[in-house]
């Protein structure tokens, strides 16, 4: 085994031993970059990458991030090269500034291997939409299988054991749904824990900034470094961060963990319902009280509404300046209106320009009671209803995903009138700003599902803590594709 396949805590024992060198692992990891074949990139930086592995000569011992390889996906500004969103319409911007959180692993001396493709704007479920073409899942050779969205680059990277980390954005699940379809653990902490200055906004009341690992410790080790109060985001929060990896092995005995009924009886397939009551007994195996809790089928029906009416209006707003003056291609005409009608037309998918007519539609003064003020309302009892279930639980777990990953055909973008709750659930931790994390609970016919576990605001730790007792009891810890076909 190639220690690249290893996790982050792994391959820093590795490094500091000196069993392997920074430069060794940056050479093997833009190989397997370069032979991927799921298109999870838009850009690899193998001169960038080499020039900072040659320089690291000593290894930190206490820097866990040191001489790791990561990625980056394409939404988070990287100062001096190519940031796309995955979009035509920024298909040629440069930033001059790096994100706070890409300025953190650089100060941490990690190794950034690539730019990874997402949803176009971080705007999709599939990983379908992105100006390169679709992203595929590494568990299926014959590429007719989803990896998720939006942030599927960065997924298919990391499941594929091209780096051990990878950036993500997550809005609605984009980081925690393809985490269940490609075996992986992946986190959104609590709105403002992260900074998301230099992510490309996409609906800041909503937008998160998450990650991917293979192990429920390296997220919590990258949380350690990436939390923080942070001056150029007024949103980010003045907590003091704190060792998420710390204890992250204490019993979780007397835990009340809270199962939402009516998403275990939306659950069509009986493999997926079985899995996902195995993984429930597993908790009760480590000591935790589970109660089966009633949401309200009503307010569940309002999620994806509500979620598409809040998003597509503050995506709107947020990427007005996209407009071929400010950023963008520059293309000929006599007004400016026509000049950006050009620019849009051409450089937004058919996706994208939908999203922001139903956008624009919410916000006109004489739809506003009826649409964007009335999914706020809708909001706020959907996680009313949230908190009153934490009030009384340390912990909501649900299913990450309804199936293991559908087929590229099968799943759309479109609006739709059937309510798929339990497609729909994860949205509840960006509604309300928690900490959301999902790890595999199994394989089913050679393909990862997972679990999803929610905590209050600012309980991490918690988080971590329940997540890792049902990670030991699942065995599915470092779970990638080359080890799985």
Request: charged residues 25%.
């Given at each position: ?21 920074p ?11 370069k ?21 690291l000569?000593e ?10 390889p ?61 100006h390169?073409g ?13 990896v ?16 051990p ?24 902490p ?40 942070d ?86 707003s ?26 849009r ?9 939908r ?78 700003g928690?900490?959301s ?33 049902l ?15």
């Amino acid at each position: 085994m190639s220690y690249l396949d290893l996790t982050i805590k792994e391959m820093h024992e590795a490094l500091v031993n000196k069993k392997v060198t920074p430069l060794e692992l940056t050479k093997e990891a833009i190989a397997r970059a370069k032979s991927d074949n799921n298109n999870a990139f838009e850009t690899i930086l193998e001169d960038e990458a080499l020039a900072i592995a040659k320089e690291l000569k000593e290894p930190e011992v206490d820097n866990l991030f040191w001489g790791i390889p990561i990625g980056i996906k394409d939404n988070f500004s990287t100062k001096g090269i190519l940031t796309t969103g995955s979009s035509e319409i920024l298909k040629d911007y440069v930033p001059v500034f790096n994100a706070t959180v890409v300025e953190k692993l650089l100060k941490a001396h990690a190794i950034p291997i690539a730019k990874t493709t997402l949803d176009e704007l971080a705007m999709g479920g599939t990983g379908t939409t992105g100006h390169k073409g679709m992203t595929f899942n590494p568990y299926d050779e014959k590429h007719e299988l989803l990896v998720g969205g939006s942030s599927c680059g960065s997924a298919a990277m990391v499941a594929n054991s091209i780096a051990p980390f990878a950036l993500g954005s997550d809005t609605g699940d984009s980081v925690r749904k393809p985490a269940s379809y490609a075996g992986l653990v992946g986190f959104k902490p609590t709105w403002g824990r992260i900074s998301r200055f230099g992510l490309f906004p996409f609906a800041p009341s909503l937008d998160h900034v998450g990650f991917f690992t293979r192990s429920v410790e390296d997220s919590a080790i990258a949380l350690s470094l990436l939390a923080g109060r942070d001056l150029n985001d007024a949103t980010s929060s003045i907590k003091p961060v704190e060792d998420y990896a710390s204890n992250i092995n204490d019993s979780i005995k007397g835990k009340r963990i809270a199962v939402i009924k009516e998403v275990i009886d939306s659950l069509n397939d009986e493999q997926i319902k079985k899995a996902f009551l195995a993984s429930i007994e597993a908790l009760e195996k480590q000591g935790a009280i589970i109660d089966y809790v009633s949401f309200s089928l009503k307010l569940l029906e309002a999620i994806y509404p509500t979620y598409m009416v809040i998003s597509c209006a503050e995506a709107t707003s947020n990427n007005a300046n996209l407009d071929g003056v400010k950023f963008g291609p520059r293309y000929e005409g006599n007004t400016y209106q026509e000049v950006m009608i050009k620019a849009r037309t051409n450089g937004f998918s058919e996706l994208i320009r939908r999203r922001f007519i139903i956008g624009s539609f919410a916000l006109m003064r004489e739809n506003q009671n009826d649409l964007f003020l009335r999914a706020q309302k809708a909001r706020r009892l959907i996680v009313n209803r949230v908190n009153e279930i934490l009030s009384n639980h340390d912990i909501i777990y649900v299913p990450a995903a309804p199936t293991t990953a559908p087929k590229i055909n099968a799943s759309s973008d479109r609006l739709s009138d059937n309510y798929l709750i339990a497609d729909n659930i994860l949205v509840l931790g960006n509604f309300a700003g928690l900490p959301s994390i999902t790890l595999p609970i199994a394989l089913i016919n050679n393909m990862p599902l997972g679990g999803n576990l929610m905590g209050r605001a600012f309980e991490e730790k918690l988080v971590f803590n329940v997540a890792k007792a049902l990670e030991n009891e699942m065995g599915l810890y470092n779970l990638s594709a080359r080890k799985v076909k």
